[in-house]
């Protein structure tokens, strides 16, 4: 985990308000995890603006099925680790981290305590 070039991603978009579409709590993780942990996954977004990312969604049956089409089920949240993906509700996720759950809503990251997630996604490290 790069923390140095994640406190810097997080310095620099935690004043910018959240816009669905442009950069929302999917955008800030997909991010995040290109930034601290070199792997990329924003060839699986195919929105652009926040009428295609509602499109997107419709299309996918919700932000679970979203996320479950590109990394499978969500697990239980004791077995996610940091740069895991925490899946809250159809409304948000997050990125694990060492010590809380980093999320990003309107203009701020919050540090969500764990027990606030069920579950979450995992992604192949190698």
């Not at 985990?1 to 955008?27: I, K, Q, W």
């Not at 925490?86 to 980093?102: K, N, Q, R």
Request: hydrophobic share 40%; with cysteine; glycine share 8%.
């Amino acid at each position: 985990m790069n923390v140095t070039a994640l406190r810097s991603y997080f310095s620099e978009v935690s004043t910018r308000p959240s816009v669905l579409g442009e950069l929302d709590c999917v955008r800030f993780v997909i991010e995040s995890i290109r930034i601290g942990w070199g792997r990329d996954f924003r060839d699986c977004l195919r929105y652009q603006c926040r009428r295609s990312a509602v499109a997107q969604l419709r299309e996918d049956g919700g932000l679970y099925d979203a996320f479950a089409r590109v990394l499978g089920e969500a697990v239980p949240r004791s077995e996610l680790i940091p740069g895991d993906i925490a899946y809250f509700t159809d409304s948000f996720v997050g990125l694990m981290m060492p010590e809380y759950i980093a999320v990003k809503y309107r203009r701020t990251i919050y540090r969500v305590p764990f027990e606030h997630c069920g579950q979450g996604f995992k992604w192949d490290r190698h």
